[in-house]
């Protein structure tokens, strides 16, 4: 089984930016960034294939972006605009995986 590691959280003020990075992916394929406030349920954010198109949920279109490193297939999620709704652990994972790693947190200042 694939260990990933998240890693690039941590405070930002309203609009700032932080890019997250995932590491661990021993393949090509398919690598979705999720996210989870406690009390809630873990949501998508973005999703990268094995060709390279993407998608992502409506809420964060147009600030966020999911690329990869082919080179060594880290993951990574550049956010921009950061708003307060976006205060969450994020985490890196395959699809339909039920095994996930620590996260990484990403707080928001009001």
């Known amino acids: 089984q694939v260990q990933l590691v998240e890693s690039g959280g941590g405070w930002v003020p309203g609009g700032g930016s932080l890019t997250l990075s995932c590491a661990g992916q021993e393949s090509i394929g398919a690598m979705a960034w999720y996210r989870q406030v406690p009390g809630k349920q873990r949501e998508f954010v973005a999703l990268i294939s094995r060709d390279g198109n993407t998608k992502y949920q409506g809420s964060v279109r147009g600030r966020f972006t999911i690329a990869r490193n082919e080179a060594n297939n880290i993951v990574y999620l550049q956010m921009n605009d950061l708003q307060p709704e976006d205060t969450a652990v994020y985490y890196c ?7 996930w790693g620590q996260g990484t947190q990403v707080t928001v200042g009001t």
């Open 93 to 99: 994972n395959t699809p339909l995986s039920n095994s």
